[in-house]
């Protein structure tokens, strides 16, 4: 099992930025590639940036390309989630995940946060 626990949600202006945090414990942390995924209020979750075990490669949704940047830390067990030059359409519960492959859709991860709210008002 993987415990994950997302931080540091809230809610900013537009153009502001803010700076998310996934905490993993239990199994090896370098064993898991990471995901970060969002979901707004009556739409479906959606993939936004993802990391490899080593944390070499980098994947991006091209909503977010350019003002997001994805890294983990396998000596603190952690994965933050920076977010530049936010918009009011980033507003959703961001949740990170664990999984074999670093991949853009939720069912090739296998262990899930709780999420946090981010909410970005024009």
């Known amino acids: 099992q993987v415990q994950l626990v997302e931080s540091g949600g809230g809610s900013v202006q537009a153009g502001d930025s803010l700076r998310l945090s996934c905490a993993a414990s239990?199994?090896?942390?370098?064993?898991?590639?990471m995901g970060w995924f969002r979901q707004a209020p009556g739409k479906e979750r959606e993939f936004v940036a993802s990391?490899?075990?080593?944390?070499?490669?980098?994947y991006y949704a091209d909503s977010v390309k350019g003002r997001f940047i994805i890294s983990r830390d396998n000596a603190k067990n952690t994965v933050p989630l920076q977010m530049n030059s936010l918009k009011p359409e980033d507003t959703a519960v961001y949740s990170c995940?664990?999984?074999?492959?670093?991949?853009?859709?939720?069912?090739?991860?296998?262990?899930w946060g709780q999420g946090t709210q981010v909410t970005v008002s024009s």
């Open positions: 239990g199994r090896t942390f370098t064993n898991y590639a």
């Open positions: 995940a664990a999984g074999v492959v670093a991949g853009v859709i939720p069912r090739q991860y296998d262990y």
């Open positions: 990391i490899t075990r080593s944390g070499s490669t980098t």
